[in-house]
């Protein structure tokens, strides 16, 4: 098999629903991803054998294939074509391990992965169009909304309200010191007013959004404690201790070492192992655990060799739940802050993981990096690189 690498990595900052960006269409931003990407990386868009797009809700402006519509957008050549896929929360993720896969097999020698998702312009859920699923799943599973399963977790692995909160809070104040220091900014766009016109090489207006906009650096446990549960009236899953609905977009490009070296690319890491897993539809963001099990077996790593971990923070049990069994510690995990903070844009966070991570890596010069998502419907993804 080819070695894949992960040859660059880009993201948009986030933006807070109805927020910076909520005037920004989905196709754009992707599109405006997708050009910085390869125009950091002064790679030709030519060269790009296909484009593999997650978005949770091909719609609307999203629909119609919107991962080939940016690919347009962003000026690249009519003969690179696109696909957008569906793994709900692990969408993009699941793209780059795609893209990993063709590269590993021979099929493919370049591939870009990204991202994107507006969730203040095409809403989480818009995808269902109100239809309820099948009888023959619902008869089966007495399925519950994603803050009901948080709340399952949080009960099974005996957590505590101050817990969550406490995790949640750490999550703001590790991302505003990365902010406050730079750290973030290597690894973020600013993204303009008109977009459309920047792409068509015009003037694209100020930019209204170059850090994320979620971060509250001032939290406290104390301001989480007033938050009312929001799923039940005992609960311990509210909006404080769960990841915010975001808009953003992301990308990676993904090649073998041939054509790293051909294009002059360093690599950023070289990705050892990926793996998707199902589990229990109902519970259903547990599966980061069994993700991350196999996917350390795969490797041929335990997980006390992993030097930074990167673990959707779709809510605070999840991560929690995940650090009780893997016993890891919390110290190399989302060390720069989490979707608590920053936010979770759920198609575009995937590839945002991972971007966030490779830097991390370099900076600190560590060897290895796991990113996992807990996923809807019971499934999760993980994938395993190493620094070069």
Same mark, same amino acid.
């Given at each position: 098999?080819?070695?894949?690498?992960?040859?660059?990595?880009?993201?948009?900052?986030?933006?807070?629903? +109805?927020?910076?960006?909520?005037?920004?269409?989905?196709?754009?931003?992707? !599109?405006?991803?997708? &050009?910085?990407?390869?125009? &950091?990386?002064?790679?030709?868009?030519?060269?790009?054998?296909?484009?593999?797009?997650?978005?949770?809700?091909?719609?609307?402006?999203?629909?119609?294939?919107?991962?080939?519509?940016?690919?347009?957008?962003?000026?690249?050549?009519?003969?690179?074509?696109?696909? =957008?896929? +569906?793994?709900?929360?692990?969408?993009?993720?699941?793209?780059?391990?795609?893209?990993?896969?063709?590269?590993?097999?021979?099929?493919?020698?370049?591939?870009?992965?990204?991202?994107?998702?507006?969730?203040?312009?095409?809403?989480?859920?818009?995808?269902?169009?109100?239809?309820?699923?099948?009888? @023959?799943?619902?008869?089966?599973?007495?399925?519950? +909304?994603?803050?009901?399963?948080?709340?399952?977790?949080? &009960?099974?692995?005996?957590?505590?309200?101050?817990?969550?909160?406490?995790?949640?809070?750490?999550?703001?104040?590790?991302?505003?010191? @990365?902010?406050?220091?730079?750290?973030?900014?290597?690894?973020?766009?600013?993204?303009?007013? $008109?977009?459309?016109?920047?792409?068509?090489?015009?003037?694209?207006?100020?930019?209204?959004?170059?850090?994320?906009?979620?971060?509250?650096?001032?939290?406290?446990?104390?301001?989480?404690?007033?938050?009312?549960? !929001?799923?039940?009236?005992?609960?311990?899953?509210?909006?404080? +201790?769960?990841? $915010?609905?975001?808009?953003?977009?992301? @990308?990676? %490009?993904?090649?073998?070492?041939?054509?790293?070296?051909?294009?002059?690319?360093?690599?950023?890491?070289?990705?050892?192992?990926?793996?998707?897993?199902?589990?229990?539809?109902?519970?259903?963001?547990?599966?980061?655990?069994? !993700?991350?099990?196999?996917?350390?077996?795969?490797?041929?790593?335990?997980?006390?060799?992993?030097? %930074?971990y990167e673990v959707n923070e779709a809510f605070a049990s999840v991560v929690l739940a995940w650090q009780r069994e893997l016993r890891v510690p919390l110290e190399r995990v989302n060390v720069n802050g989490g979707?608590?903070?920053?936010?979770?844009?759920?198609?575009?966070?995937?590839?945002?993981?991972?971007?966030?991570?490779?830097?991390?890596?370099?900076?600190?010069?560590?060897?290895?990096?796991?990113? =996992?998502?807990?996923?809807?419907?019971?499934?999760?993804?993980?994938?395993?690189?190493?620094?070069?």
């Amino acid at each position: 098999m080819t070695d894949a690498y992960i040859l660059g990595t880009v993201r948009s900052p986030l933006g807070k629903r +109805n927020g910076a960006l909520a005037d920004t269409r989905p196709d754009e931003l992707l !599109a405006l991803a997708l &050009r910085e990407l390869v125009d &950091r990386h002064a790679v030709d868009p030519r060269e790009i054998e296909d484009v593999l797009v997650g978005c949770v809700n091909a719609v609307g402006e999203q629909g119609r294939n919107v991962g080939r519509l940016a690919v347009l957008a962003a000026g690249f050549p009519e003969e690179v074509p696109a696909v =957008t896929m +569906n793994r709900m929360c692990g969408s993009s993720q699941q793209a780059l391990n795609f893209a990993a896969q063709a590269v590993m097999s021979g099929q493919q020698s370049l591939v870009l992965a990204a991202g994107v998702e507006s969730m203040s312009r095409v809403p989480l859920g818009s995808d269902a169009a109100g239809v309820d699923p099948s009888p @023959a799943v619902t008869e089966r599973y007495e399925l519950v +909304n994603q803050g009901l399963a948080a709340e399952m977790i949080a &009960r099974r692995w005996s957590l505590t309200r101050d817990e969550l909160d406490e995790f949640s809070v750490e999550s703001h104040r590790r991302a505003a010191r @990365a902010w406050d220091s730079g750290v973030l900014a290597e690894e973020v766009f600013g993204v303009m007013s $008109q977009p459309a016109e920047h792409l068509l090489g015009r003037d694209g207006g100020p930019v209204v959004l170059d850090r994320d906009e979620g971060v509250r650096s001032d939290t406290s446990i104390e301001a989480l404690a007033k938050l009312r549960p !929001a799923y039940t009236e005992d609960g311990l899953i509210h909006a404080g +201790n769960s990841s $915010q609905i975001t808009d953003g977009a992301s @990308a990676a %490009l993904i090649g073998d070492l041939d054509v790293a070296r051909r294009l002059g690319l360093e690599p950023q890491a070289r990705i050892l192992a990926t793996q998707v897993v199902g589990v229990d539809p109902v519970m259903m963001l547990h599966g980061v655990i069994e !993700a991350t099990t196999r996917v350390l077996d795969r490797a041929g790593l335990e997980a006390s060799e992993i030097d %930074l971990y990167e673990v959707n923070e779709a809510f605070a049990s999840v991560v929690l739940a995940w650090q009780r069994e893997l016993r890891v510690p919390l110290e190399r995990v989302n060390v720069n802050g989490g979707a608590i903070a920053l936010g979770h844009p759920t198609g575009c966070s995937g590839t945002r993981l991972m971007t966030t991570l490779v830097h991390e890596m370099q900076r600190r010069d560590v060897r290895y990096g796991l990113q =996992t998502m807990c996923i809807g419907q019971g499934m999760a993804t993980a994938t395993v690189v190493e620094a070069i």
